[in-house]
């Protein structure tokens, strides 16, 4: 019997994965490591608007767009961080957690 579909695919961060929370710990992280607090809300709000523009931009693979998004909000914040500081976010990804629903859809 043929399959209807070729290919199923979906957006995990923010579906699957708890995105918000990934990138908001990322900076807090690497901020306190450099000596600095960030607003979590703030560094998401920012990253908010900051990351569609680096996505408009060019294409760029996804390590790269975090990490000149990382750049852009980082100076947004007054925090000057080098695109070789700024692997931190892409480094962070693993570590992201599923929401709790996800879990247990998985279960």
Partial sequence: MARPYEVLTFDCYGTLIDWAHGIGEAFARAAASRGREVDRRQ???LYAEVEPQVQAEAYRPYREVLAEAAVRVA????WPLSHGEAG???ESLPAWPPFPDTVLAGG
Avoid: I, T
């Fill in 88 to 90: 931190f976010l892409a």
């Fill in 75 to 78: 100076a947004r914040l007054g």
């Fill in 43 to 45: 560094v998401l709000a």
